[in-house]
């Protein structure tokens, strides 16, 4: 993972996406570093209403591997799904997309 911030658009809501390996990745806000190397990610997600037909933004909450304890509360990350590392820790962050102010 390299040092540099990358600077992406802010979009707001997304649905996974898929990275060259093939693994899933979402970006989101960090709520929490309190851990040790571990953060918690707020990911939103658009899903379509099967009744109404209108889109409702849904929201989870993941936990991510952070190595060098890096991250800090409000930047925005990019995570990738990687194998389990704990009970509840299976995504792995990928990189920093934008500092918190």
């Known amino acids: 993972m390299s040092d540099e911030v990358i ?4 979009s707001g809501v997304n649905k996974p996406l898929r990275a060259k390996s093939g693994k ?3 970006v989101g806000i960090v709520k929490s570093d309190k851990m040790d190397k571990t953060i918690v990610v707020s990911v939103e997600t658009k899903a379509l209403h099967p009744l109404y037909k209108k889109y409702v933004v849904r929201s989870k909450r993941l936990k991510a591997h952070d190595e060098k304890n890096e991250v800090k509360v409000g930047d925005r990350v990019r995570v990738v799904e990687c194998r389990p590392i704990s009970k509840e820790k299976c995504w792995r962050l ?4 934008e500092r918190a102010k």
């Open 24 to 26: 899933k990745e979402f």
């Open 94 to 97: 990928d990189a920093i997309l």
């Open 7 to 10: 600077s992406v658009e802010s």
